[in-house]
């Protein structure tokens, strides 16, 4: 399998609880490497972009309100099979269906507020980190 990037965003619910290094340790344990990473505070707006697919489900405004609630940690992950090896480190969206050991089975605190995002396709990887991160940041 091919060496891949996906981009990672720990979400203000996570970063509120002080659990960004609890969540690098799940990703650096299975042998993602964080190549880039910062923290921000989203806006509305911005937040609203990133989420754009999502903009006619029901959830998508607080959605938004939520990501812009507080500081943000963006990441690129690398790794072999990235994008489906942090799919598998963060479990499903619903922490009532994410498997024991996930970020989301451990950290999250509803559907809504489920401490991290992933990229799910190559396509998307490549588009959401140039959302976040100018070449030159990626450092490998
Ligand atoms: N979301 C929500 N309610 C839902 C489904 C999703 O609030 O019923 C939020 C949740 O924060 C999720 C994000 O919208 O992580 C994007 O949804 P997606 O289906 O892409 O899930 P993900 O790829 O994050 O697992
Ligand atoms: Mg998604």
């Known amino acids: 399998m091919a060496t891949e ?10 970063t509120k609880r ?3 290094g609890k969540i690098n340790a799940k990703f650096e344990d299975a042998g993602l ?12 707006a911005q937040a609203g972009k990133f989420y754009e697919v999502h903009a ?6 607080e ?10 940690v963006v990441q690129v ?3 072999e099979g ?13 922490p009532k269906d994410s498997a024991a ?14 401490s991290v995002h992933g990229s799910d396709a190559p396509e998307t990887a490549k588009d959401e980190i140039s959302y976040f991160f100018a070449g030159m940041e990626l450092v490998g």
């Open 82 to 94: 990235a994008i489906a090896k942090n799919r598998e480190v963060m479990g499903a969206t619903n």
């Open 56 to 61: 006619s489900r029901p959830f998508y405004d």
């Open 18 to 20: 002080n659990l960004t």
């Open 5 to 14: 990037r996906t981009l990672s965003i720990i979400k203000p619910d996570a």
């Open 101 to 114: 050991g996930t970020i989301r089975a451990e950290f999250a605190e509803s559907v809504g507020e489920n």
């Open 63 to 72: 959605l938004c309100e939520f990501m812009a609630s507080g500081p943000v």
């Open 77 to 79: 992950l690398e790794g």
């Open 33 to 44: 490497r964080i190549v880039a990473q910062k923290r921000i505070h989203l806006t509305k």
